[in-house]
Structures are given as C-alpha cells and as structure tokens.
C-alpha cells in the first residue's frame, strides 16, 4: 500500500506565508503527476496546483503568482510555497499522487489525509 502524509498547516494571518509539503512512502515503482487539491466548507474539492515528475506545473488562476508547487523526485515528495495569504484561501489541503505499484502496471490516484490551513484576518 501507500501512503501520503502531509505536513505544514497550520494558522497564518493575512499576508503571510505557509509551506506544505506531502511525502509519499510504501510499495511504490513510479509516480508521475502529483498535485495540492483543496476544499473549504460547503465547496467542492477544487485543483491548486499540480506538477509532472519532469517539473512541468499547472496552477488555478486563484493562486498563480502566490503558490509554487515543487518536488523532489529522489524523496517522492511534493511541496506547496503559499505566499501573500488570503483569507479564501482557508481550507483543507490534499496531496495526490498518480502511483505505479510494478514495471509496466497501472496508474492509480492516491490521496493524503488532508491539512487544514486557515487565513486569519
């Protein structure tokens, strides 16, 4: 099985920054796309930010200029720079991770346990 465990949430004040990062461990081959998904109250989980296992990134409009997703192949994990807070952008953090088990299998998605991040004004 895998894992992903994420870190970093936490409280902030408007302005301020945050960095997350998601660390994947278990039976892994392979992982290609990884990505930060978030979630406020009474909203659908909505895409942040995602980055290919060649570093190319995608980022929702929302975030661009403020967020910086990166990671670092060698450790399989996935980091998320939040810089310039605001308070919408309270909610919980997912990491996923598209994971190969074997040579030559499947693909599956596998998500974190979630990180609450909130923008106090």
């Known amino acids: 099985q895998v894992q992903l465990v994420e870190s970093g949430g936490g409280w902030v004040q408007v302005g301020g920054s945050l960095r997350l990062s998601c660390a994947a461990s278990?039976?892994?081959?392979?992982?290609?796309?990884m990505g930060w998904y978030r979630q406020a109250p009474g909203k659908q989980r909505e895409l942040v930010a995602a980055?290919?296992?060649?570093?190319?990134?995608n980022y929702a409009d929302s975030v661009k200029g403020r967020f910086t997703i990166s990671r670092d192949n060698a450790k399989n994990t996935v980091y998320l720079q939040m810089n310039s807070l605001k308070p919408e952008d309270t909610a919980v953090y997912y990491c996923?991770?598209?994971?190969?088990?074997?040579?030559?299998?499947?693909?599956?998605?596998?998500w974190g346990q979630g990180t609450q991040v909130t923008v106090s004004s």
């Open positions: 996923n991770a598209n994971v190969q088990y074997r040579r030559n299998s499947a693909y599956y998605v596998r």
């Open positions: 980055i290919t296992n060649g570093g190319s990134t």
């Open positions: 278990g039976s892994i081959f392979s992982i290609n796309g």
